[in-house]
């Protein structure tokens, strides 16, 4: 579904500083142990951090990185001194949940059966004005973590996963616009709409699509703003979220084709909140990904799939290992990533689990991998909510 096609140089340890690229191939010590994983952007690194790196990887006898290289800034600002890094995930309340996903699904019904009445709309407009209240209250991302019980539920809870997910990055990218974000959250609740109109056995078909019924399901952005207009909804924002979320930076997207600043800006942050959630959420014919692959995703379809600057705010976010990640140390203890390093994505804080003999640990505090030279993350082993 995704691919990548820049070819990867091979760049001299003792240089990095001097490049920004995406790293192509794992990189690991003598010991076989995760020193910089594949998709790793090097302009997201400190410049401290990118020395310590060269260092450790000439004390292990690196000569040279696979780098796919990349032209565009995407650096990040360290963590200023005295600032201490926040969870980033914050939950939503448990009913306001259980009603969208309720009204997504009512509305759906409704559309279905050839309903065009504009006040069938009325219910989600009113939430979505309390879940963008929800993304602003708030500086960490607000995510529901609603599971998805049925197969007919997915377009519903993903509906509202990315509503979140794209206020949550439109608030960061456009200031605190709340009128702005309101009509983002709206749109990521909207973005799939049109798929009331496609045909069940295609939308909940469990497995690969045909190209036959791909090419229908590709009809979903089309259809979705010809219901919205139908039912004489004219914001631009909600309209080009739903119209425009399936376009690509590299003009190989649908179903205009648009390339880079010619799709809207907010349709490039719901491009990316909406491969994200659907790469992290179980369906019928796969299971789902971790945080740790959809954050490295992500990276590698910068400037060919999603816009740099989204991107960007998300991995600021989440970090290289996303909350939530479970990593083996390199002392051979066991945590869980609990927040990321702005300024070093590469050493988040971590709450440790099990330590070196396997022994599970009852009472445990965080440790600031950034603040601890001699420990670092050796492999990725799971995600802490499966």
């Known amino acids: 579904m995704w691919s990548f096609m820049l070819q990867a140089k091979k760049i001299p340890v003792s240089e990095l500083e001097n490049f920004k690229g995406i790293v192509a191939e794992d990189v690991v010590s003598q010991s076989r142990a995760l020193i910089l994983p594949r998709g790793s952007n090097l302009s997201w690194l400190s410049s401290s951090a990118i020395q310590r790196l060269s260092a450790r990887l000439a004390l292990e006898g690196v000569e040279n990185i696979s780098v796919y290289l990349d032209d565009v800034d995407l650096s990040i600002e360290p963590l200023e001194a005295g600032n201490e890094p926040k969870l980033p995930v914050k939950q939503i309340n448990k009913t306001l949940v259980h009603q969208t996903i309720k009204q997504i699904g009512d509305l759906y019904n409704r559309l279905a059966s050839g309903e065009v009445a504009s006040d069938m709309y ?15 209250s ?4 607000t995510l529901s973590l609603a599971k998805v019980k049925e197969k007919d539920e997915y377009t519903f809870v993903h509906s509202l996963n990315v509503a979140l997910l794209s206020g949550f990055l439109a ?13 983002v959250v709206i749109g ?3 973005h799939d709409v049109g798929k009331a109109k496609i045909p069940l056995e295609i939308l909940n078909k ?4 045909t190209d036959e019924e791909y090419a229908v399901m590709k009809q979903h952005p089309v259809l979705g703003l010809e219901m919205l207009n139908e039912a004489g909804i004219n914001e631009e924002t909600i309209l080009s979220v739903t119209s425009y979320h399936h376009e690509r930076m590299d003009g190989k997207g649908y179903p205009c084709q648009l390339r880079g600043n010619f799709i809207p800006f907010v349709a490039r942050i719901a491009a990316v909140a909406d491969v994200f959630d659907a790469v992290t959420t179980s369906r019928v014919y796969r299971t789902a990904e971790s945080l740790y692959f959809a954050v490295s995703l992500i990276i590698k379809e910068t400037n060919k799939h999603f816009d740099p600057k989204v991107a960007r705010e998300l991995i600021s976010a989440l970090g290289l290992y996303p909350p939530g990640t479970v990593v083996e140390l390199s002392d051979g203890s066991t945590a869980v990533v609990i927040s990321s390093n702005p300024g070093d994505l590469l050493r988040p804080v971590v709450l440790l689990l099990y330590d070196s003999e396997g022994n599970l640990i009852t009472q445990s505090h965080p440790i600031d991998l950034k603040g601890a030279p001699n420990l670092y993350i050796k492999r990725v082993t799971g995600n802490f909510n499966k």
């Open 122 to 136: 009325e219910p989600l407009f009113t939430t979505g004005r309390i879940l963008a209240q929800e993304v602003t």
């Open 138 to 141: 708030s500086d960490v991302i």
């Open 171 to 183: 608030r960061r990218l456009q200031g605190n616009d709340k009128s702005l974000i309101e009509d």
């Open 188 to 190: 990521g609740l909207l």
């Open 206 to 209: 469990p497995g690969p699509l």
